[in-house]
C-alpha cells in the first residue's frame, strides 16, 4: 500500500543575514559601566581568537578611511570625532548592531569638545576588573576609563591605575596583542581585589566627575543632538532664577571667565569640558541637565543653586541693578546713621569701584561722601589696621602734648595715634592744633633768640670755644639741633674754633 506523506513546501526559507564578524552583544549599554568601542574591538578578536591587529589588518582596515596603522588606533575612536564615527559604522556593518555608537561618546557629540575629553593611554579600575573574574562575567574595558576627565571609579570609588603593576609600564589603549583585563606588554592580569596604590588620593570634586559621566551614559541612548541649544536654555534658566539676569555674576558664581560664559550662554559655541564640567560642579547643574535641556527645579536642585550662589555672594557678586535701584539704594545710604563710605556702599551693592554709582547719581554720592567725611568715621587716612579712636583719646593727646614745654609737632602726634596725616587732627581741633603750632613757633622763636646771644658771647672768647662747647652750654646733647641758630654767627664761629683750636674737619659750619 502506498503510503500518504504530507506535501513539502518547497517555497525557499529566509535565512538572516549572516553578519561578517561574530555578533557579540556589547557590555553593559544603558548603564555607566557601558563598554567602549576599543574594548569591543579587543573582545571581538579575543571571539574570533585571533590578535586585535590581525582582525584589523585583514577584516576591517579596507573600511576605514585614512588607516595608517593598527598600532596607532587611539582611544580617540571612544569619542566624538569623526573618526569614532568611522569606526562605529564599519563595526556596525560587520557585526550587523545597531547600537554600536553608545559605546562612544557620539551620542553626545554635540555637547562635548575633543579637547580635554578623551585620555591618551589605557586606564583601568583593577577591581572592577577582579569583581567580574570573580563573578564569572566576561571581562572588558569600560568607556568611563578612556574619558580623562574621569579619575575614579564611582562604583568602588577608587582611583583608576595607568601602569602595570607587574612591569609598571604605562600601556596603549590598544595594541595588536591586547586581551581584556590583561598588560599587553607583559600579558599579567591587571586586575586586584585590593584597593589601588593611590587610595585615599580621589577628591570629591572627581567622585562627582565620575558619577556625572556614569549618568550621561546611562542616558547615551535618549540624547539629543542639540547640545549647545540646551546649554544655553539651562544657563538661561538659572541666570534667569539665581541672579537676576546678571550673566557676569553667574559667569562669577560658576568660576569661569565671563567671555566663555556668555558665548554658552548666547549658543554661539559648546564647552570645552574641563570647563564645563568646573562651571556645572561650582553651579550644581548635573550634566544630564545639559543633556535633556531641562532644569531641575525641584526643592533639593533650588536649594543647591541658592547654596551655591550664597558662597559666591559672600565673595562679592551681586545681582544687577538698574539706575533706579541704585538711586534708591544711594538715597538710603545718604541717610544712614553712622554714615558709611561711597566705597562701602559700593562693596554692598555687588560693585569693586564706586563709578557706577556716581553714573547713577552722583549728587547722592557727594552727599555720602560728605556725610562721611563729617562723620569721622573715615579710614583712608589711618594707617591699615589701625583701631577707631574715640574724639575724648584724640583730645587728651593733644592736651597733653600743648602741656609741653616744647609740644610735640601735629603730624608726630597724628602718626602715634594712627593717622597718616595731621588733617584728621585739625579738621576736629583747628583751635588746639593751632594753640600747638603757635607754641612750638613761639618756643622756637625764644630758643634762637638765646643761641644767637650765646653765639655773640663765645666770638668775643678767647680762645673761642667749639660748636659742641657752645651747644653743651644751651643745653642740647649733640651738634645736631644748630640748624636752628643763627646761621651767620654759627659759620664765624665754626671757622674762629677750627683756626684755632683743633682740627675739627668734621665740623663744617
Ligand atoms: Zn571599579
Ligand atoms: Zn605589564
Same mark, same amino acid.
Given at each position: 500500500?502506498?503510503?500518504?506523506?504530507?506535501?513539502?513546501?518547497?517555497?525557499?526559507?529566509?535565512?538572516?543575514?549572516?553578519?561578517?564578524?561574530?555578533?557579540?552583544?556589547?557590555?553593559?549599554?544603558?548603564?555607566?559601566?557601558?563598554?567602549?568601542?576599543?574594548?569591543?574591538?579587543?573582545?571581538?578578536?579575543?571571539?574570533?581568537?585571533?590578535?586585535?591587529?590581525?582582525?584589523?589588518?585583514?577584516?576591517?582596515?579596507?573600511?576605514?578611511?585614512?588607516?595608517?596603522?593598527?598600532?596607532?588606533?587611539?582611544?580617540?575612536?571612544?569619542?566624538?570625532?569623526? /573618526?569614532?564615527?568611522?569606526?562605529?559604522?564599519?563595526?556596525?556593518?560587520?557585526?550587523? $548592531?545597531?547600537?554600536?555608537?553608545?559605546?562612544?561618546?557620539?551620542?553626545?557629540?554635540?555637547?562635548?569638545?575633543?579637547?580635554?575629553?578623551?585620555?591618551?593611554?589605557?586606564?583601568?579600575?583593577?577591581?572592577?576588573?577582579?569583581?567580574?573574574?570573580?563573578?564569572?562575567?566576561?571581562?572588558?574595558?569600560?568607556?568611563?576609563?578612556?574619558?580623562?576627565?574621569?579619575?575614579?571609579?564611582?562604583?568602588?570609588?577608587?582611583?583608576?591605575?595607568?601602569?602595570?603593576?607587574?612591569?609598571? &609600564?604605562?600601556?596603549?589603549?590598544?595594541?595588536?596583542?591586547?586581551?581584556?583585563?590583561?598588560?599587553?606588554?607583559?600579558?599579567?592580569?591587571?586586575?586586584?581585589?585590593?584597593?589601588?596604590?593611590?587610595?585615599?588620593?580621589?577628591?570629591?570634586?572627581?567622585?562627582?566627575?565620575?558619577?556625572?559621566?556614569?549618568?550621561?551614559?546611562?542616558?547615551?541612548?535618549?540624547?539629543?543632538?542639540?547640545?549647545?541649544?540646551?546649554?544655553?536654555?539651562?544657563?538661561?534658566?538659572?541666570?534667569?532664577?539665581?541672579?537676576?539676569?546678571?550673566?557676569?555674576?553667574?559667569?562669577?558664581?560658576?568660576?569661569?571667565?565671563?567671555?566663555?560664559?556668555?558665548?554658552?550662554?548666547?549658543?554661539?559655541?559648546?564647552?570645552?569640558?574641563?570647563?564645563?564640567? $568646573?562651571?556645572?560642579?561650582?553651579?550644581?547643574?548635573?550634566?544630564?541637565?545639559?543633556?535633556?535641556?531641562?532644569?531641575?527645579?525641584?526643592?533639593?536642585?533650588?536649594?543647591?543653586?541658592?547654596?551655591?550662589?550664597?558662597?559666591?555672594?559672600?565673595?562679592?557678586?551681586?545681582?544687577?541693578?538698574?539706575?533706579?535701584?541704585?538711586?534708591?539704594?544711594?538715597?538710603?545710604?545718604?541717610?544712614?546713621?553712622?554714615?558709611?563710605?561711597?566705597?562701602?556702599?559700593?562693596?554692598?551693592?555687588?560693585?569693586?569701584?564706586?563709578?557706577?554709582?556716581?553714573?547713577?547719581?552722583?549728587?547722592?554720592?557727594?552727599?555720602?561722601?560728605? /556725610?562721611?567725611?563729617?562723620?569721622?568715621?573715615?579710614?583712608?587716612?589711618?594707617?591699615?589696621?589701625?583701631?577707631?579712636?574715640?574724639?575724648?583719646?584724640?583730645?587728651?593727646?593733644?592736651?597733653?602734648?600743648?602741656?609741653?614745654?616744647?609740644?610735640?609737632?601735629?603730624?608726630?602726634?597724628?602718626?602715634?595715634?594712627?593717622?597718616?596725616?595731621?588733617?584728621?587732627?585739625?579738621? &576736629?581741633?583747628?583751635?588746639?592744633?593751632?594753640?600747638?603750632?603757635?607754641?612750638?613757633?613761639?618756643?622756637?622763636?625764644?630758643?634762637?633768640?638765646?643761641?644767637?646771644?650765646?653765639?655773640?658771647?663765645?666770638?668775643?672768647?678767647?680762645?673761642?670755644?667749639?660748636?659742641?662747647?657752645?651747644?653743651?652750654?644751651?643745653?642740647?646733647?649733640? $651738634?645736631?639741633?644748630?640748624?636752628?641758630?643763627?646761621?651767620?654767627?654759627?659759620?664765624?664761629?665754626?671757622?674762629?674754633?677750627?683756626?684755632?683750636?683743633?682740627?675739627?674737619?668734621?665740623?663744617?659750619?
Amino acid at each position: 500500500m502506498q503510503p500518504n506523506f504530507d506535501s513539502w513546501d518547497l517555497t525557499p526559507v529566509a535565512i538572516p543575514v549572516r553578519s561578517r564578524l561574530h555578533s557579540i552583544e556589547p557590555i553593559g549599554v544603558g548603564t555607566p559601566f557601558v563598554e567602549s568601542l576599543t574594548g569591543y574591538m579587543i573582545r571581538l578578536a579575543a571571539a574570533h581568537a585571533v590578535r586585535v591587529s590581525d582582525l584589523i589588518e585583514h577584516e576591517l582596515r579596507a573600511s576605514i578611511p585614512y588607516f595608517h596603522s593598527a598600532a596607532k588606533i587611539p582611544n580617540a575612536i571612544n569619542g566624538v570625532n569623526e /573618526n569614532a564615527r568611522n569606526w562605529v559604522s564599519t563595526f556596525e556593518r560587520f557585526t550587523l $548592531r545597531d547600537n554600536l555608537q553608545l559605546l562612544t561618546l557620539l551620542p553626545f557629540a554635540s555637547l562635548l569638545k575633543t579637547p580635554c575629553l578623551i585620555r591618551r593611554e589605557r586606564a583601568w579600575c583593577p577591581r572592577c576588573y577582579e569583581s567580574r573574574r570573580a563573578q564569572g562575567h566576561d571581562v572588558y574595558e569600560q568607556l568611563l576609563w578612556s574619558l580623562r576627565p574621569v579619575a575614579v571609579c564611582p562604583l568602588h570609588n577608587t582611583p583608576l591605575e595607568n601602569a602595570c603593576p607587574t612591569c609598571h &609600564r604605562r600601556l596603549r589603549p590598544l595594541r595588536a596583542v591586547s586581551r581584556p583585563g590583561l598588560c599587553s606588554r607583559c600579558h599579567q592580569w591587571l586586575g586586584s581585589p585590593q584597593p589601588p596604590t593611590q587610595q585615599g588620593r580621589q577628591t570629591d570634586y572627581q567622585t562627582w566627575v565620575a558619577q556625572q559621566f556614569g549618568q550621561l551614559l546611562e542616558i547615551a541612548a535618549f540624547a539629543q543632538p542639540n547640545g549647545k541649544e540646551n546649554i544655553q536654555k539651562v544657563l538661561i534658566g538659572y541666570v534667569g532664577s539665581f541672579s537676576a539676569g546678571n550673566r557676569s555674576a553667574m559667569a562669577e558664581a560658576a568660576g569661569c571667565r565671563r567671555t566663555s560664559f556668555c558665548s554658552w550662554y548666547k549658543g554661539a559655541s559648546t564647552a570645552r569640558v574641563d570647563l564645563l564640567l $568646573r562651571m556645572c560642579h561650582e553651579l550644581r547643574i548635573e550634566l544630564t541637565s545639559l543633556v535633556t535641556g531641562t532644569i531641575p527645579m525641584d526643592p533639593e536642585a533650588v536649594a543647591r543653586a541658592e547654596v551655591a550662589m550664597q558662597a559666591r555672594r559672600r565673595c562679592g557678586v551681586f545681582p544687577q541693578r538698574n539706575t533706579d535701584q541704585i538711586r534708591a539704594a544711594l538715597l538710603l545710604a545718604s541717610e544712614e546713621q553712622p554714615a558709611p563710605s561711597i566705597s562701602e556702599v559700593a562693596r554692598r551693592l555687588g560693585y569693586t569701584t564706586a563709578t557706577r554709582l556716581y553714573v547713577a547719581d552722583s549728587n547722592t554720592c557727594k552727599l555720602i561722601v560728605r /556725610n562721611f567725611n563729617e562723620s569721622g568715621r573715615g579710614h583712608w587716612w589711618r594707617k591699615r589696621g589701625a583701631k577707631f579712636l574715640d574724639d575724648s583719646v584724640i583730645r587728651r593727646a593733644l592736651d597733653e602734648s600743648l602741656a609741653l614745654e616744647m609740644p610735640l609737632p601735629v603730624n608726630r602726634s597724628a602718626k602715634s595715634l594712627g593717622f597718616e596725616t595731621e588733617s584728621p587732627l585739625t579738621a &576736629r581741633f583747628p583751635d588746639l592744633c593751632l594753640a600747638i603750632k603757635a607754641k612750638r613757633t613761639n618756643v622756637q622763636v625764644a630758643r634762637r633768640i638765646m643761641a644767637a646771644s650765646a653765639l655773640k658771647a663765645a666770638l668775643s672768647e678767647d680762645p673761642p670755644p667749639t660748636v659742641e662747647q657752645v651747644a653743651a652750654r644751651l643745653g642740647y646733647a649733640s $651738634r645736631n639741633t644748630t640748624h636752628i641758630w643763627e646761621p651767620k654767627a654759627l659759620g664765624a664761629l665754626g671757622n674762629v674754633s677750627r683756626r684755632n683750636i683743633a682740627p675739627h674737619s668734621q665740623f663744617q659750619a
